[in-house]
T-cell receptor, first 115, second 117 residues
Framework: KNQVEQSPQSLIILEGKNCTLQCNYTVSPFSNLRWYKQDTGRGPVSLTIMTFSENTKSNGRYTATLDADTKQSSLHITASQLSDSASYIC??????????????FGTGTRLQVTL | GAGVSQSPSNKVTEKGKDVELRCDPI?????LYWYRQSLGQGLEFLIYFQGNSAPDKSGLPSDRFSAERTGGSVSTLTIQRTQQEDSAVYLCASRQGTSGANTGELFFGEGSRLTVL
């Protein structure tokens, strides 16, 4: 069964600090992995996509990594800001016919950045 | 429109009533998804439309739930005889077509928050 597990479930950090969120998956055959940010009361917004051949990708203060061998991804946030407070959702897509609807979502990590 | 539009943004209804939730996807996006998100939970897949193909209804939790997509654009999710456990945020997302690699980004609406009393 395809699964995506995220950790930690929630996290509180001080503004300006760094943090790393984890995503482990068992989706096969693997196509890609996306990290989404969901602000409270809003829909998720894509931060970055990782395909099989990519190890690291940055989007501003967000850096995603992918280890396709161990089926793990991380999202590192540098110099956190109050606006980073949100849920971060890991979504893994499978490859092949009939899989477009079979996106596997993690339950998310709720990040709170405080003063 | 520029983004995915959902209405109503909030709906409070009494148990047993029917509700309709509307999604207007990004123009030109052929793929449309409905998800349900309960408080503090992950997204639960409900239904997927792709062009003129038969929809994937495998996520609908019961026969009280149905959805249609007219003209390949606007979609309506209907919940009949609502129950309290139907209370959740219903999110719609669209994507620009599909491919075997499934690399396209999902663009989500703001969601419709349903409360069943």
């Amino acid at each position: 069964k395809n699964q995506v597990e995220q950790s930690p479930q929630s996290l509180i950090i001080l503004e300006g600090k760094n943090c790393t969120l984890q995503c482990n998956y068992t989706v096969s055959p693997f196509s890609n992995l996306r990290w989404y940010k969901q602000d409270t009361g809003r829909g998720p917004v894509s931060l970055t996509i990782m395909t099989f051949s990519e190890n690291t990708k940055s989007n501003g203060r967000y850096t995603a990594t992918l280890d396709a061998d161990t089926k793990q991804s991380s999202l590192h946030i540098t110099a956190s800001q109050l606006s980073d407070s949100a849920s971060y959702i890991c979504v893994v897509s499978a490859k092949g016919a009939g899989t477009a609807s079979k996106l596997t979502f993690g339950t998310g990590t709720r990040l709170q950045v405080t003063l | 429109g520029a983004g995915v539009s959902q209405s109503p943004s909030n709906k409070v209804t009494e148990k047993g009533k029917d509700v309709e939730l509307r999604c207007d996807p990004i123009s030109g996006h052929t793929a449309l998804y409905w998800y349900r998100q309960s408080l503090g939970q992950g997204l639960e897949f409900l239904i997927y439309f792709q062009g003129n193909s038969a929809p994937d209804k495998s996520g609908l939790p019961s026969d009280r739930f149905s959805a249609e997509r007219t003209g390949g654009s606007v979609s309506t999710l209907t919940i009949q005889r609502t129950q309290q456990e139907d209370s959740a945020v219903y999110l719609c997302a669209s994507r620009q077509g599909t491919s075997g690699a499934n690399t396209g980004e999902l663009f989500f609406g703001e969601g419709s928050r349903l409360t069943v009393l």
